[in-house]
């Protein structure tokens, strides 16, 4: 059983910053591939990024590349999600999400976190 506890959102301005934690507990956390997704009012939730379980591999969705960076630590059993140049269109819950295999998509995953609250605004 792996637990998964989202920190780090809230709101900012268009063109700012956040950075995201996630703390995963239980035995076995540090043997899962880890993903952020997120979810809009309306909208289907989607990929984000994602990072194998020794933090040698990642994935981008198209809309984040170059803007996100995932990263983990597995010392700590925490992954962070660096935010950069957010836009209006990056607003919405935040979910942290662990896999067995590393994933590029939004579904499959194992363990979830409740979600933590991004805004950004015009």
């Known amino acids: 059983q792996v637990s998964l506890v989202e920190s780090g959102g809230g709101l900012v301005q268009a063109g700012g910053s956040l950075k995201l934690s996630c703390a995963a507990s239980?035995?076995?956390?540090?043997?899962?591939?880890m993903a952020w997704l997120r979810q809009a009012p309306g909208k289907e939730r989607e990929f984000v990024a994602a990072?194998?379980?020794?933090?040698?591999?990642?994935n981008y969705a198209d809309s984040v590349r170059g803007r996100f960076t995932i990263s983990r630590d597995n010392a700590r059993n925490t992954v962070d999600l660096q935010m950069n140049s957010l836009k209006v269109e990056d607003t919405a819950v935040y979910y942290c999400?662990?896999?067995?295999?590393?994933?590029?998509?939004?579904?499959?995953?194992?363990?979830w976190g409740r979600g933590t609250q991004v805004t950004v605004s015009s």
């Open positions: 990072i194998s379980w020794s933090g040698r591999r990642v």
């Open positions: 239980g035995r076995t956390a540090s043997t899962y591939a």
């Open positions: 999400a662990a896999s067995g295999e590393l994933r590029s998509g939004p579904m499959a995953y194992d363990y």
